[in-house]
């Protein structure tokens, strides 16, 4: 049975940091990209941040570059977000994905707040 499993989300102030984490369980962890996504209310869903099956590819969205980080690691099936200088906009539930040519599994997401 595939799990992705999301935690550390929870409310922060502007300018604070995070790190969520997603373990995974029941597929072949590091031969799947990952991806964190977010979906703020009344807002589509946004790709964050994606890295790939060896760890050394990954891309993010303009709106995180140079604030977040993604990583994984392969030998604990868990994927990463550091998010650091978090602004209220970041506001969300995240998500992560794997995802493998035509193969998608989803996680149930983490809340992130982010206000005084």
């Known amino acids: 049975q595939v799990q992705l499993v999301e935690s550390g989300g929870g409310l922060v102030q502007p300018g604070g940091s995070l790190r969520l984490s997603c373990g995974a369980s029941?597929?072949?962890?590091?031969?799947?990209?990952m991806r964190w996504y977010r979906q703020a209310p009344g807002k589509e869903r946004e790709l964050v941040a994606t890295?790939?099956?060896?760890?050394?590819?990954?891309n993010y969205a303009d709106s995180v570059k140079g604030r977040f980080t993604i990583s994984r690691d392969n030998a604990k099936n868990t994927l990463y977000l550091q998010m650091n200088s978090l602004k209220p906009e970041a506001t969300a539930i995240y998500y992560c994905?794997?995802?493998?040519?035509?193969?998608?599994?989803w996680g149930q997401g983490t809340q992130v707040t982010v206000s005084s």
């Open positions: 890295i790939y099956s060896n760890g050394r590819i990954t």
């Open positions: 029941g597929f072949t962890f590091d031969s799947y990209a």
């Open positions: 994905t794997a995802f493998r040519l035509s193969t998608n599994y």
